[in-house]
């Protein structure tokens, strides 16, 4: 779900900002959450393509894959069940470690 290797690369090993860095993507990804509730397809490859970056860059890559099929197949409610799915449990998993 979170590759705390890479983030550790990504961070230089400073764990405050490993810290804040979580915390700035779990926002985004409860906001994105929230605004795939009323989008449609565009609005849903917009999305997807908006959290792929921030997801590996975090090494989040479930999420980023999620959101690349979304992206790929907007219209798919089984890519974007995946997705939601992947974002609620790195969400979790980055409350429970920033606890």
Not at 37 to 49: C, L, N, V
Request: charged residues 25%; proline residues 2%; contains cysteine.
């Amino acid at each position: 779900m979170l590759d705390l290797e890479h983030l550790g690369r990504q961070t230089m090993g400073d764990k405050v900002v490993e810290r804040e860095v979580l915390l700035l993507f779990s926002g985004q990804a409860r906001r994105c959450a929230e605004e795939l509730a009323e989008a449609d397809e565009a609005g849903r490859r917009a999305i997807a393509h908006r959290l792929q970056g921030a997801a590996c860059s975090i090494g989040a890559f479930p999420v980023a894959a999620a959101g690349q099929a979304l992206e790929g197949d907007p219209a798919s409610d089984a890519y974007l069940a995946t997705f939601r799915a992947a974002l609620a449990e790195v969400e979790d998993f980055i409350r429970k470690l920033c606890a």
